[in-house]
């Protein structure tokens, strides 16, 4: 398994080059478009976006232009997404049947927005896929597929909708477009479709199939976080994607169940669905992440410390140490400045004086992890002299 993960972005812009938003290509491991299977290929787009890379430092406040298939329309899957934030493209190859219709027809009900990929006015394109027009915002042309002229036949099926103009490659190309109506643009002559690569983390494939499992079986809430105690990696990126989609939902916790509680058992089941079909698991014969490897390092030491530091620890504080870890790593491994994470999940005081000011026992601890993993054992020593803890046994610690 690759230890980067690669997503390209392309910016759309307004009539005045403001950009509107950013389009989303999903890449290999290689960095290249081969896509064997549309629904992984979409699915991997959402995990690497949301899961990992994070839609803040992604696309910020802008929306995001996804290409949707149409088996992953069938699932609740787009339930678990904000609605506000996402722009669903409906490639010009997917299959439009009844449940197709209706599943479109229902998140168009709810708040999603749907666009045309590559719409055409060829007739056979204009019967298969006008029976979702009064559902679609967007439709994109090719314009190295398009015949302009059309634009200036009557009826215009597409007269209601925004109009994007894509691969635009010169100037001209562009203004012959505005000038017949079209309000958004996107192409080589604005911006080529930029790589975006990060180091990835993944949580393994067969512990995301057996919670997956447990929630389909209704388990109880009490195995299913019992469970999620052992998933440290899937912890980190749950925290990740509602950091970037439902940051309200990481207000003021305290552990990792408060966050499952919140989020809830179904919406949890349609995002272990998504990593699922993103094929972005490992299995247990790929070799160790060296992402992976670190953050359950840290993650296993605080909780060591916090064995030595406080005698029987109860679960409440052994939850506080693990979410603190977990914080720390989104800065560490997803890039995420700490200042936003206090700034954007206001946690509970306990939890922002260990990660800001390394104040009181659990900052204490977590201060001691980061002297210890830059190799400053006597550094570390000394925070931890007044419970007794000699530099041997900090050493001791040491994976």
């Given at each position: 398994m690759h230890n980067t993960l690669t997503l390209a972005r392309q910016p759309i812009m307004d009539r005045t080059e403001h950009i509107i938003g950013y389009?989303?290509?999903?890449?290999?491991?290689?960095?290249?478009?081969?896509?064997?299977?549309?629904?992984?290929?979409?699915?991997?787009?959402?995990?690497?976006?949301?899961?990992?890379?994070?839609?803040?430092?992604?696309?910020?406040?802008?929306?995001?232009?996804?290409?949707?298939?149409?088996?992953?329309?069938?699932?609740?899957?787009?339930?678990?997404?904000?609605?506000?934030?996402?722009?669903?493209e409906l490639s010009e190859t997917m299959k439009v049947n009844t449940r197709i219709y209706e599943s479109i027809r229902y998140f168009h009900a709810q708040g999603y927005r749907f666009a045309l990929d590559n719409a055409s006015f060829h007739p056979d394109y204009l019967e298969h896929f006008g029976i979702l027009f009064?559902?679609?915002?967007?439709?994109?042309?090719?314009?190295?597929?398009?015949?302009?002229?059309?634009?200036?036949?009557?009826?215009?099926?597409?007269?209601?909708?925004?109009?994007?103009?894509?691969?635009?490659?010169f100037h001209e190309m562009a203004e012959a477009y505005e000038e017949i109506g079209f309000e958004f643009f996107q192409g080589f002559y604005?911006?080529?479709?930029?790589?975006?690569?990060?180091?990835?983390?993944?949580?393994?494939?067969?512990?995301?199939?057996?919670?997956?499992?447990?929630?389909?079986?209704?388990?109880?809430?009490?195995?299913?976080?019992?469970?999620?105690?052992?998933?440290?990696?899937?912890?980190?990126?749950?925290?990740?994607?509602?950091?970037?989609?439902?940051?309200?939902?990481l207000h003021g916790v305290l552990s990792v169940r408060e966050i499952i509680e919140r989020f809830g058992t179904n919406a949890l089941m349609q995002w272990l669905l998504l990593i699922i079909y993103s094929k972005s698991g490992t299995k247990a014969m790929d070799e160790k992440n060296p992402h992976a490897v670190f953050a359950q390092e840290r993650i296993n030491m605080m909780l060591s410390l916090l064995q030595k530091t406080?005698?029987?620890?109860?679960?409440?504080?052994?939850?506080?140490?693990?979410?603190?870890?977990?914080?720390?790593?989104?800065?560490?491994?997803?890039?995420?400045?700490?200042?936003?994470?206090?700034?954007?999940?206001h946690p509970d005081n306990v939890i922002e004086d260990a990660l800001i000011t390394h104040t009181g026992v659990l900052g204490r601890i977590y201060?001691?992890?980061?002297?210890?993993?830059?190799?400053?054992?006597?550094?570390?020593?000394?925070?931890?002299?007044?419970?007794?803890?000699?530099?041997?046994?900090?050493?001791?610690l040491h994976p």
């Amino acid at each position: 398994m690759h230890n980067t993960l690669t997503l390209a972005r392309q910016p759309i812009m307004d009539r005045t080059e403001h950009i509107i938003g950013y389009e989303f290509f999903y890449r290999d491991a290689n960095g290249q478009c081969s896509i064997d299977d549309p629904r992984q290929a979409t699915a991997s787009v959402l995990v690497n976006l949301l899961n990992q890379l994070g839609s803040t430092s992604a696309f910020g406040d802008l929306i995001a232009f996804i290409n949707t298939d149409g088996p992953l329309l069938l699932t609740d899957i787009l339930r678990t997404l904000p609605k506000e934030k996402f722009i669903f493209e409906l490639s010009e190859t997917m299959k439009v049947n009844t449940r197709i219709y209706e599943s479109i027809r229902y998140f168009h009900a709810q708040g999603y927005r749907f666009a045309l990929d590559n719409a055409s006015f060829h007739p056979d394109y204009l019967e298969h896929f006008g029976i979702l027009f009064p559902y679609i915002e967007y439709a994109k042309f090719d314009v190295t597929q398009t015949d302009i002229e059309q634009f200036n036949l009557y009826p215009n099926p597409y007269g209601q909708m925004k109009l994007i103009a894509q691969k635009i490659e010169f100037h001209e190309m562009a203004e012959a477009y505005e000038e017949i109506g079209f309000e958004f643009f996107q192409g080589f002559y604005f911006a080529k479709a930029h790589l975006i690569t990060q180091r990835r983390i993944d949580p393994q494939y067969m512990d995301v199939m057996r919670l997956f499992s447990l929630l389909q079986h209704d388990a109880p809430i009490d195995e299913v976080c019992d469970s999620f105690k052992h998933q440290d990696i899937l912890s980190l990126q749950l925290i990740q994607f509602l950091h970037s989609v439902y940051p309200e939902h990481l207000h003021g916790v305290l552990s990792v169940r408060e966050i499952i509680e919140r989020f809830g058992t179904n919406a949890l089941m349609q995002w272990l669905l998504l990593i699922i079909y993103s094929k972005s698991g490992t299995k247990a014969m790929d070799e160790k992440n060296p992402h992976a490897v670190f953050a359950q390092e840290r993650i296993n030491m605080m909780l060591s410390l916090l064995q030595k530091t406080t005698p029987s620890p109860n679960e409440k504080l052994m939850e506080h140490v693990r979410l603190i870890a977990l914080l720390s790593l989104l800065e560490g491994i997803m890039n995420v400045p700490i200042q936003n994470i206090i700034e954007t999940l206001h946690p509970d005081n306990v939890i922002e004086d260990a990660l800001i000011t390394h104040t009181g026992v659990l900052g204490r601890i977590y201060a001691t992890v980061l002297k210890m993993e830059s190799g400053d054992t006597h550094g570390a020593a000394i925070l931890l002299k007044s419970f007794g803890i000699t530099p041997e046994e900090l050493n001791s610690l040491h994976p």
